[in-house]
T-cell receptor, first 114, second 114 residues
Framework: AQSVTQPDIHITVSEGASLELRCNYS??????LFWYVQSPGQGLQLLLK??????LVQGIKGFEAEFKRSQSSFNLRKPSVHWSDAAEYFC????????????FGAGTQVVVTP | ETGVTQSPTHLIKTRGQQVTLRCSSQ?????VSWYQQALGQGPQFIFQ???????GRGNFPPRFSGLQFPNYSSELNVNALELDDSALYLC?????????????FGEGSRLTVL
């Protein structure tokens, strides 16, 4: 069965420290991979996406993610976190025959402390 | 801001009632996808409309139905509301011929069923 797992429900990080959010997927075909961010009471904003090619993907707000096929992972990273990065982050997976029909992980809540 | 607007933003219903949620897609987009996000969970795909036809459905019962209009705006209808239908309902628009898989989300309609 297809699945997306975000192992960390909640992460607390100090402002200025680095951040890494984990995402593992289980899909039969090569998936398309996404990271979205959701601030309280808001919709989802796309941070970055991977379709093919270079496995290190740069996104908005200083985020990057690396696709590792051997580990079925697509982890999100940021070298130095800002207080405004406090939000919920979702990993999502789609396929070529399911345009716009994404499967989301359960999310990771990020808290940033001073 | 994505250009995707949803209404109403909040509403309260009682069990057994019916609800209609509306979505205006971003200009130039012909595809609308609906997602349900229960509290503390990731969004779950309900269904997608492409050029006024249903184009895929997630694991939701038939009392969840939808429409897409010639201007590509869309409605989500839920009949016989149950307590578990309480959630944030997200609409996302995309262009089937455009940037692959990128969804633009509205800010959602929060439904509370009492």
């Amino acid at each position: 069965a297809q699945s997306v797992t975000q192992p960390d429900i909640h992460i607390t990080v100090s402002e200025g420290a680095s951040l890494e959010l984990r995402c593992n997927y289980s899909y039969g075909a090569t998936p398309y991979l996404f990271w979205y961010v959701q601030s309280p009471g808001q919709g989802l904003q796309l941070l970055l996406k991977y379709f093919s090619g270079d496995t290190l993907v740069q996104g908005i707000k200083g985020f990057e993610a690396e696709f590792k096929r051997s580990q079925s992972s697509f982890n999100l990273r940021k070298p130095s976190v800002h207080w405004s990065d406090a939000a919920e982050y979702f990993c999502a997976v789609g396929t070529t025959d399911s345009w716009g029909k994404l499967q989301f992980g359960a999310g990771t809540q990020v808290v940033v402390t001073p | 801001e994505t250009g995707v607007t949803q209404s109403p933003t909040h509403l309260i219903k009682t069990r057994g009632q019916q609800v209609t949620l509306r979505c205006s897609s971003q200009s130039g987009h012909n595809t609308v996808s609906w997602y349900q996000q229960a509290l503390g969970q990731g969004p779950q795909f309900i269904f997608q409309y492409y050029r006024e036809e249903e184009n895929g459905r997630g694991n939701f019962p038939p009392r969840f139905s939808g429409l897409q209009f010639p201007n590509y705006s869309s409605e989500l209808n839920v009949n016989a509301l149950e307590l578990d239908d309480s959630a944030l309902y997200l609409c996302a628009s995309s262009s089937a011929g455009g940037r692959r898989g990128e969804l633009f989300f509205g800010e959602g309609s929060r439904l509370t069923v009492l």
